[in-house]
């Protein structure tokens, strides 16, 4: 069981940048996989951003060059750092945290979701 709490949303400007934040409850230096998905409006949820097994990351196309995400674990949270932010960023973006602390437990952690509206 863990718990994550996201920050860091809010209303900027097209080419703006905003961090977003997700702290857990617990420690993530076990994660294999970290993530931060967004629901556009009118849209399915994607996957935009994703560290797997701690030092693998991965970036959907649309945010490649823009966005990075990390973690720091002495902190237990993650960031995501978005930079040249476009009008179609807009949308509710979730932190996901998985963990497999023991053989038959699978924690699959979500946060609240933190609103960023990008609108001139």
């Known amino acids: 069981q863990v718990q994550l709490v996201e920050s860091g949303g809010g209303l900027v400007q097209p080419g703006g940048s905003l961090r977003l934040s997700c702290a857990a409850s617990r420690s993530i230096r076990s994660a294999y996989f970290m993530g931060w998905y967004r629901q556009a409006p009118g849209k399915q949820r994607e996957l935009v951003a994703s560290?797997?097994?701690?030092?693998?990351?991965d970036y959907t196309d649309s945010v490649q060059g823009r966005f990075t995400i990390s973690a720091d674990n002495a902190k237990r949270t993650v960031y995501l750092q978005m930079n040249s932010l476009k009008l179609e960023d807009t949308g509710v973006y979730y932190c996901?945290?998985?963990?497999?602390?023991?053989?038959?437990?699978?924690?699959?952690?979500w946060g609240q979701g933190t609103l960023v509206t990008v609108s001139s």
């Open positions: 996901n945290v998985r963990l497999k602390p023991a053989i038959e437990v699978d924690l699959d952690a």
């Open positions: 560290i797997t097994d701690g030092s693998s990351t």
